[in-house]
């Protein structure tokens, strides 16, 4: 079949587009303007989310390959950095629902009764394609579980049921791949197949903790003698002692039970290797997957609560059309729904270059010879 001339109207579907934003009367011409705002400012996000998902899982199939290629990585990178750029797009978004007033959004908000953004169906795949787990969720208010909200209101499986109930069935997550890809970082030139990994990671981990003790001991010291009373010099080397004891306690996983505690050791470790020997060849690219899933996690965690003060801006604090806490639900997700508590843990080990262990078999980190 002969393919004519292409439109842009016809590429993009333009009229078909400009069709969508009736919300549920018959004509758009019934709807205020700030109703119309409202359908299309959610319109877009539901686009913006089609893409990050579309992002995130060509991200996870890469690192779900059995052997990751080095030259796959600066596409990971890609992808997890338009991904994130995506979730800034969203939560930009919400400067222009701040044109609505109080008064403005009530004169629809019963129409939406007992719609919930909490519906959105793409946003919990992606939650669940990150590696949210369910009994990680915060209730939404009266349904038994939160695939309950995506039930048609006479409780039949909607598209959305289905979407959610399809994304909780696609493994790995984003999370369980990058953890085995981790998993089989080199630590000191070693590896987890290799006979005495596991002391070679231990050892490494000794190393590195004394040496944050040491870097956070001399920085105690300063602290205490610029401390102007007893009291505060107590207080600061109860801190300190403090942050020196959960370092170790993350860094040699206690608390991770004990059938579980090797592997999370050498995950560890591996995102602290490559966090802190960057500028070794074979790891520049994997410190940049690191900190891109850093950099989306915060983009994530940013539009949350861009969200929730937008609510609080233009409704305050009252129930949410399905039932909900309203803002103080939206906040308690964006603290609670974090999924790379490790790769953001790491951060508060790093210690100055000049103080670091020496790396052992510096070339097994080198540029690849394509031999």
Known sequence: ?????????????????????????????????????????HQIDELWFKLALREVVRLRDLFAAEKVREQSLASAVRSLRRAALLFEQLASHFVLMETLTTRDYLGFRDKLLPASGFQ?????ELEIL????????????????YLDALRHPDGSISPAYRRVEARLADYPTVKEALDEWLYRTPIQGSMPEQAGDEAT?????????????????????????????????????????????????????????????ARRVRVRAALLFIESYRELPLLAWPREVIDSIVALEQAFVIARQRHARMVERVIGRRTGTGGSAGVD???????N???????????????????MPAVERPEVYGFMTGE
């Open 201 to 261: 990671v231990l050892r490494f981990l000794e190393a590195y903790a004394a040496a944050q003790a040491g870097e956070l001991e001399s920085v105690m010291r300063v602290a205490i003698s610029q401390a102007p009373t007893e009291e505060d010099r107590r207080r600061l080397e109860a801190r300190y002692r403090g942050e020196i004891a959960n370092a170790r306690r993350f860094l040699f996983a206690e608390d991770v039970a004990p059938e579980l505690r």
């Open 329 to 335: 639900y939206l906040d308690k997700t964006a603290l």
């Open 130 to 145: 990150l590696g949210l787990r369910p009994e990680e969720r915060i209730p939404l208010g009266h349904e038994r579980s």
């Open 1 to 41: 079949m002969t393919r004519g001339p292409t439109t842009y109207w016809d590429y993009i579907k333009v009229e078909e587009i400009l069709d969508l934003q009736r919300g549920i009367d018959e004509r758009e011409d019934d709807l205020s303007n700030d109703e119309v705002v409202f359908i299309v400012v």
């Open 120 to 124: 959105s169906a793409q946003m919990r």
């Open 337 to 355: 729904y974090r999924i790379f508590h490790e790769f953001w843990a790491v951060r508060t080990l790093l210690i100055r270059a000049a103080a």
